[in-house]
């Protein structure tokens, strides 16, 4: 499943006060894995910057003139989001803001049922603690140390990581540290089937056992009925074997 993790900068708090967007990030996943595909683009939001926005982001008007405006960027924006779900931290925030600009261009907004907010998610896990983005790479052992200010991109890199975690851990949900690559080719790896599968470590002193355990149960266990006629003639050896087999992948 495609998922784009996004996050955004503004020039404050409420577009219908005059707030604007002036910097977008987003990264794409693949079945909870970054694939290294990103989008990225700062914003003339065509008004000045109040300071309280200024010590949050860092990005001074200065800086942001003569960059896009977002009717310049939001073809390709829109593009790069296709129709898959939408991934944002307090994200009733961050889609105020995207479909506020995508309403002044008279375009249809992102409706609310494809977006996922991770704070809710969060918030689900972690009652009565505190879910900020920083509290939650300190929970997670996440490693923000590069999050002096807030950045679009940086933060949705950072919550791709934490998205991970909020599904049960970066292990389970494949996001490695290293090159978009090489996630790709372990992944591969770690779907594809054993080509040769490992030897039984049962002794023939346990397959006995286990041959008259199961003689016990039933003369006609129901497992015979499906059992293939090129396989072992003793159901149960076979079935041990295997399991055995399995418990070592």
Not at 5 to 10: A, N, P, R, Y
Not at 22 to 28: A, D, K, L, S, T
Not at 62 to 89: M, R, T, V, W, Y
Not at 151 to 177: M, N, P, T
Request: charged share 25%; aromatic share 6%; hydrophobic share 40%.
């Amino acid at each position: 499943m495609r998922q784009i993790v996004l996050d955004t900068e503004t020039t404050g708090l409420d577009p219908a006060n005059g707030h604007r967007v002036v910097e977008i990030g987003c990264v794409e996943l693949l079945n909870a894995i970054p694939t290294g595909q990103t989008f990225h683009t700062y914003i003339d939001p065509q008004r000045d910057m109040p300071d309280e926005a200024f010590r949050v982001h860092g990005l001074s008007a200065e800086f942001l003139a003569g960059k896009p405006c977002f009717s310049d960027i939001s073809e390709a924006f829109l593009n790069f989001l296709g129709d898959s779900q939408l991934l944002a931290h307090n994200a009733e925030f961050d889609m105020r803001f995207i479909n506020a600009e995508l309403r002044l261009l008279g375009l249809e907004p992102i409706p609310p049922h494809r977006v996922i907010d991770t704070l809710a998610l969060a918030r689900r896990r972690h009652p009565g603690a505190s879910n900020s983005l920083d509290a939650l790479c300190l929970r997670f052992g996440i490693d923000n140390s590069r999050r002096t200010k807030h950045g679009a991109l940086l933060d949705a890199e950072i919550l791709s990581e934490v998205y991970a975690e909020l599904l049960g851990g970066r292990q389970s949900a494949l996001v490695f540290k290293a090159s978009s690559q090489e996630n790709a080719q372990k992944a591969e790896r770690l779907m594809k089937q054993r080509p040769v599968p490992l030897l039984p470590i049962l002794t023939e002193a346990e397959k006995q056992a286990h041959r008259e355990f199961i003689e016990k149960l039933h003369p006609n266990p129901i497992w015979t009925l499906y059992w293939k006629p090129s396989e072992p003639e003793n159901a149960g050896e076979g079935m041990v074997e295997r399991s055995a087999a399995s418990r070592a992948v």
